[in-house]
C-alpha cells in the first residue's frame, strides 16, 4: 500500500493561525475534488476557526470517562474506516486519554500514514522534543507534550505559519486567541514580546536548519561530494580609492544570494601597499558598510595581500573580493602581476572575485617612485640594471659617432637613476658601475678594453660614478623618508580609527583589546587587572601550550605592562619595533580607558550618596508639608482637654480625643514608613522568609481595609505552589498596592487580585480600571516622595510603592508596572517559588 505523505504547519506559539491554515488548506483541497475529512480540530472556542470548520465532513469522536470527566479524543478506527485522501490533525503533540490505541496522536498519525491517508498536521515549536530545554529558557514554562525530531523530520512538506509578535499580541489583547480571564495572564507571562521574537526566531531556524539536512540528504542519495556553500561570508578589501562603494555593492549581492549570508570589510594599513588612502573616502565606506548590514575591520600589515587572506581565513570566509589593480600596465609589467595574482595563489578553497572599476589602472605610464623599499623591489632593480644595460648598450652601440659620447654618458646616467627609483641605493650602485665599465670598455679609446689612455676621460668616468653614487643616496633617503611618512599616517589612521571604536563602543576596553588583536594579527590578546582576566580576544593558550602548536611559527607570548596592576597579554607572532611604538600608543590608551573604568565605579559609589541627599531634601519639604497637619491637630485637641476640660459636654471630649487620636495614628504610620525606608535605603531590611500560601495571606489583607466580595474580584488558583515571602511584608505590599488601585479606580469598577504560576517564579496581580499611568512615567512612581497629581493633603508622603518596591526587592522579588488590557494599571508581583513546591500552573 502506498504510504500517505506528511504535512506539517509549524507555529512559534499558540494564535499564530496554525489550525484556521489547516482548515483553510482543507477546503481549497475539497473544493479540488480530494476526499478530505476532519480527524480532529480544536477551535478553543475560536468563532473563525470555528467557521472554517462548516462545509467539511467532520468524523465524530471518542468520547472517553477519566476520573469522572468525559473527554473526547480522535477516534482513529472511526477515521481509518471511513479512509479518506486526506486528514486534518490538529495539535500533533497532544497526548491521548487512557484507553485509546495509542499515548500519543502522532502515533495515531503514524498509523493514518501507514494506511495511505495523507494528513495535515499542526505543531508549535515548544512541542519539538529538542528545543524543550531552549524554549523553557525562555518562557519559563516547561512543555510536557513533546514530538520527536525524527516524527517531523520524516514530514514530506513542514511550512512556517508566521505572524509578527506585536500582532499576536493584539489578537490577544482583543480576545481572538484566549478567553478574556486569560488575557492579562497570557500577555504577562507566555506571551511577553521577547518571549515571542525569540519563538519567532527558534521557529525560523530550526526550518531553516530542516531544509540544510534536506539538501545533505539529497547529496548524499545522489552521490553528490562537491562542496555546495548554502550560505556565504564574504570580504570585501578596502584601499580607500574611488572603487570601494563599487566593491561594498557587489559583495553585499554576493552575500544576499544565501540565507544567512554575512559581509566583512576590511582595510589593510601597510607601509608599502598602495597610495595612501582617503579617510573621507574610507569614512564614507564604513558608514556603507554599516548600512548594508555588514562590519568594517582595519588590520596592519606589511604584506597586503597575506593579510587580506589570513584575515577571511580567520573569518571563515567563503568569498573574497578585491578590486581590478589601480597600477598602470607600464607599472604592472615592471613590477609584476600584483595584489590580485598573489591573493588568488594564497586564497586556496577561498573563492576570488576580481571587479572591475573605472579607477582600474591601462595608461603606459612610468610608474610613481614610491620610496618603499621591499625585497622585491630591489631584486626588480637588480633585474632592470641587468637587462636595461645591455639593451641600452646595443641601442647606442648601433649609433655610435665621435660626437656621440656625451649622450651616450647622459644615457647610462638616466638608467642610474632609473634604477635609483626602483630598487634604491644598491642596486643603483651596481649599476653606476656597470654602466662605467660599459662607456669605458664599448665607447672610449681604445675601444674594448678597460683601458683609458686620457685622464680627463678617466676623471670623467670616476665624476660619472660619484654622480651615480650621490643621486642613488639622495633618491634612497627620500624614499626611506617618504616610507617614515606613510608608516607615522599608517599608524595616526589605525588609533584614529582604535579611536573611534572606544568612543562608539559600550565597553572601550573590550574595545581596544579586540582591536589590538586585530590590528597585529595576533592569536588573542588578554588584559589582566591585578591577576584578574577583564578582557580578552581570541583563543589564549592553556598553560604550556605554545602558539606554534596552532598552526602560527614563530608565534610567543608576551607580556606588556599597562600600569602598576595591569598587564597586556600578547599571544602570536613577536611584533618588529616599528609596530612596537603603535602598540605604545595603544597601550597608553589603555591605561585612560583603565582610569576611567575606575573612575566610573567611584562615581557609581557616590551615586547613592547623592541619591540619599535628594531624598533627604525631599523628606524635610514633606516633614513641613505632611507632618505638621497631624501633629498640629493632637496638639490642638490635647490644648483643648487641657484647659477647657472641666467645661466640656461629652460629646465635645470624644470629639477631641477622637482628633488626636486620629492625628497621632497618623503620625506613627508616617513615622513608620519613615523608618521603613530608611531601612530598605541602607539594606538594613529585615525579613524572614518562610514558605506561605498566598491565599492565607490575602484575607488578612481584605479584613485590614475592610473589604468584601463586592469590592475585590479574586483569581487564586486551587493549584497555585505556595512562595518563599515574608508574611509580614507581603501584607504590608498588598495592603499599599490594593489601596492605590482603589484610590484610582472608577465607581462601579471592581480591583482585581489574581494570581498564576509562571515557571519558578509566582505571579500576584493587583488589576485596575482606572486611568492608567503613561510609560514615561512607570519608573517614577516607585520614587519616595512621588504623589502624582498631589492635589490633597490626604495622601501621605508617596511612600506607599516605594516601600512595596522595596518590601517586594528584599524577597527576592520584582514589582512591575503593567497596562491593563483595555484601559487601567496592573501592578506585578513576582515572587520566588518555595522550594518542596511544584509548578503546576506552567502554561502550555
Not at 525524527?150 to 489583547?173: C, G, H, K, M
Not at 617612485?369 to 641587468?386: M, N, V
Not at 469590592?711 to 498596592?737: E, H, I, K, M, T
Request: hydrophobic fraction near 45%.
Amino acid at each position: 500500500m502506498k504510504q500517505g505523505r506528511l504535512r506539517v504547519l509549524l507555529g512559534a506559539a499558540p494564535g499564530v493561525g496554525k489550525t484556521y491554515t489547516m482548515l483553510e488548506e482543507g477546503r481549497r483541497l475539497k473544493a479540488a475534488g480530494r476526499d478530505v475529512v476532519i480527524a480532529v480540530v480544536e477551535t478553543h472556542g475560536r468563532a473563525a476557526t470555528r467557521a472554517m470548520t462548516l462545509g467539511i465532513e467532520t468524523v465524530p469522536r471518542r468520547v472517553v470517562e477519566h476520573r469522572g470527566v468525559e473527554l473526547t479524543e480522535m477516534d482513529l478506527d472511526a477515521v481509518l474506516a471511513r479512509s479518506p485522501a486526506v486528514a486534518l490533525v490538529d495539535e500533533l503533540a497532544h497526548t491521548n486519554a487512557p484507553g485509546g490505541r495509542h499515548e500519543k496522536r502522532w502515533r495515531d498519525v503514524d498509523t493514518l500514514l501507514d494506511a495511505g491517508i495523507d494528513v495535515i498536521t499542526t505543531v508549535n515549536i515548544q512541542h519539538i522534543e529538542s528545543l524543550n530545554d531552549v524554549v523553557q529558557q525562555i518562557t519559563g514554562a516547561p512543555q510536557r507534550e513533546t514530538v520527536p525530531d525524527a516524527v517531523l523530520r520524516s514530514a514530506d512538506q513542514i511550512e512556517v505559519v508566521d505572524l509578527a509578535p506585536q500582532a499576536l499580541r493584539d489578537r490577544l489583547s482583543e480576545g481572538l486567541v484566549y478567553p478574556a480571564a486569560r488575557i492579562d495572564a497570557a500577555l504577562s507571562n507566555y506571551f511577553r514580546l521577547g518571549n515571542l521574537t525569540a519563538l519567532r526566531e527558534l521557529a525560523l531556524l530550526w526550518l531553516a536548519d530542516e531544509v540544510d539536512s534536506a539538501l545533505q540528504r539529497y547529496r548524499a542519495e545522489h552521490g553528490i561530494g562537491a562542496k555546495w556553500e548554502a550560505r556565504e561570508r564574504v570580504v570585501v578589501a578596502l584601499t580607500g580609492g574611488r572603487e570601494g562603494e563599487t566593491l561594498l555593492r557587489r559583495g553585499a549581492r554576493i552575500a544576499a544570494r544565501s540565507a544567512g549570508g554575512a559581509l566583512m570589510a576590511v582595510h589593510v594599513v601597510s607601509q608599502d601597499g598602495l597610495r595612501g588612502p582617503d579617510p573621507g573616502a574610507l569614512a564614507e565606506q564604513r558608514a556603507l558598510v554599516e548600512t548594508l548590514g555588514g562590519s568594517y575591520h582595519q588590520i596592519v600589515g606589511d604584506d597586503i595581500p597575506r593579510a587580506l587572506v589570513e584575515f577571511a581565513r580567520s573569518a571563515n570566509a567563503t568569498q573574497l573580493v578585491i578590486g581590478v589593480s589601480r597600477r598602470s600596465r607600464l607599472a604592472a609589467l615592471l613590477t609584476g602581476p600584483g595584489i590580485g595574482a598573489t591573493v588568488i595563489r594564497e586564497s586556496g578553497d577561498i573563492d576570488v572575485h576580481i571587479v572591475n572599476h573605472a579607477a582600474a589602472g591601462g595608461r603606459l605610464a612610468l610608474p610613481k617612485a614610491r620610496g618603499s623599499l621591499t625585497l622585491r623591489r630591489r631584486i626588480l632593480g637588480f633585474a632592470l640594471a641587468l637587462a636595461g644595460g645591455p639593451l641600452l648598450t646595443w641601442l647606442l652601440a648601433s649609433f655610435r659617432s665621435d660626437d656621440s659620447i656625451t649622450s651616450d654618458v647622459l644615457s647610462y646616467q638616466l638608467l642610474t637613476v632609473v634604477v635609483a627609483l626602483v630598487g634604491g641605493i644598491w642596486p643603483a650602485l651596481f649599476a653606476a658601475v656597470l654602466s662605467g665599465l660599459t662607456l669605458d670598455y664599448f665607447f672610449v679609446d681604445p675601444l674594448y678594453t678597460i683601458t683609458v689612455s686620457e685622464p680627463l676621460h678617466l676623471l670623467a668616468l670616476g665624476l660619472y660614478v660619484v654622480i651615480a653614487v650621490l643621486v642613488s643616496i639622495v633618491v634612497d633617503q627620500a624614499a626611506r623618508r617618504t616610507r617614515a611618512a606613510r608608516r607615522s599616517a599608517a599608524e595616526s589612521e589605525l588609533v584614529a580609527s582604535i579611536a573611534g571604536e572606544v568612543l562608539r563602543g559600550d565597553d572601550p576596553i573590550d574595545a581596544l583589546v579586540s582591536r589590538t588583536r586585530e590590528a597585529f594579527s595576533l592569536d588573542a590578546v588578554q588584559l589582566t587587572v591585578d591577576g584578574r582576566v577583564v578582557a580578552s580576544a581570541g583563543e589564549v593558550p592553556a598553560d604550556g601550550e605554545a602558539s606554534a602548536d596552532r598552526g602560527r611559527e614563530g608565534a610567543r607570548s608576551d607580556l606588556v605592562p599597562v600600569d602598576d596592576d595591569s598587564v597586556l597579554e600578547l599571544h602570536g607572532p613577536p611584533l618588529p619595533s616599528s609596530d612596537r611604538r603603535l602598540l605604545g600608543v595603544i597601550v597608553s590608551q589603555l591605561a585612560t580607558a583603565l582610569e576611567q573604568a575606575d573612575l566610573e565605579e567611584r562615581a557609581s559609589e557616590v551615586a547613592p550618596l547623592a541619591a540619599a541627599d535628594r531624598v533627604r531634601s525631599a523628606l524635610l519639604a514633606a516633614v513641613g508639608h505632611d507632618l505638621r497637619r497631624p501633629l498640629a491637630a493632637a496638639s490642638a485637641a490635647v490644648s483643648g482637654l487641657r484647659l477647657q476640660g472641666a467645661s466640656l459636654s461629652p460629646e465635645d471630649r470624644d470629639e477631641l480625643l477622637d482628633t488626636a487620636e486620629t492625628g497621632l495614628a497618623s503620625l506613627a504610620s508616617l513615622l513608620t514608613d519613615l523608618l521603613d525606608v530608611s531601612r530598605v535605603q541602607a539594606g538594613a531590611l529585615a525579613v524572614r522568609a518562610e514558605d506561605i500560601d498566598v491565599e492565607d495571606v490575602v484575607p488578612g489583607v481584605l479584613d485590614e481595609l475592610d473589604l468584601g466580595p463586592e469590592g475585590v474580584d479574586l483569581d487564586l488558583p486551587a493549584s497555585l505552589p505556595a512562595v518563599r515571602a515574608d508574611p509580614v511584608l507581603l501584607g504590608r505590599v498588598l495592603v499599599n498596592l490594593l489601596l492605590n488601585a482603589l484610590r484610582y479606580s472608577p465607581s462601579g469598577q471592581r480591583v482585581v487580585i489574581a494570581a498564576s504560576a509562571f515557571g519558578d517564579t509566582v505571579q500576584l496581580r493587583v488589576v485596575d480600571r482606572g486611568p492608567g499611568i503613561d510609560p514615561e512615567r512607570r519608573e517614577d512612581v516607585f520614587l519616595p516622595f512621588q504623589r502624582l497629581g498631589d492635589t490633597d493633603n490626604l495622601t501621605g508622603l508617596g511612600l506607599g510603592l516605594a516601600l512595596s518596591k522595596g518590601f517586594v526587592e528584599g524577597m527576592d522579588g520584582t514589582l512591575e508596572v503593567e497596562e491593563t488590557p483595555g484601559g487601567g494599571t496592573t501592578m506585578v508581583v513576582t515572587l520566588p517559588i518555595a522550594e518542596h513546591a511544584e509548578t503546576n500552573g506552567g502554561q502550555r
